[in-house]
């Protein structure tokens, strides 16, 4: 499965962005789809994980009221909107798929296919 995220940007502190995450050729209703995230000298970070059925899962504390995850399956798509960014936020953002019909995951490991990442960066 090839991924394409799309979205990402400069926004000062505060802001709002919403990364979407597309997958050409693939229908993506029948994956789990997770985004996460790393900034410079950090691990990748799991954020956030939607299943192929629509529930959410929050891996990431620091982004629970902020962040939230959708799918819309008529435009193949998931996405990421991103409320109340702040500084600590700033990352390239990854979304990502596992085998099909498998439950969502913090760990890395548990995905087989990555997107190229988009670079997020909250600053004033």
């Known amino acids: 499965v090839q991924l394409v995220e799309s979205g990402g940007g400069l926004v000062q502190p505060g802001g709002s962005l919403r990364l979407s995450c597309a997958a050409p050729?693939?229908?993506?209703?029948?994956?789990?789809i997770g985004w996460f995230r790393q900034a410079p000298g950090k691990e990748r970070e799991g954020v956030i994980c939607i299943s192929y059925s629509g529930g959410s899962i929050n891996y990431a504390d620091s982004v629970k009221g902020r962040f939230t995850i959708s799918r819309d399956n008529a435009k193949n798509t998931v996405y990421l909107q991103m409320n109340s960014l702040k500084p600590e936020d700033t990352a390239v953002y990854y979304c990502t798929s596992g085998p099909p019909r498998r439950g969502c995951s913090g760990y890395v490991s548990s995905y087989t296919s990555w997107g190229q990442g988009t670079q997020v960066t909250v600053s004033s």
């Open positions: 050729g693939f229908r993506l209703d029948t994956y789990a």
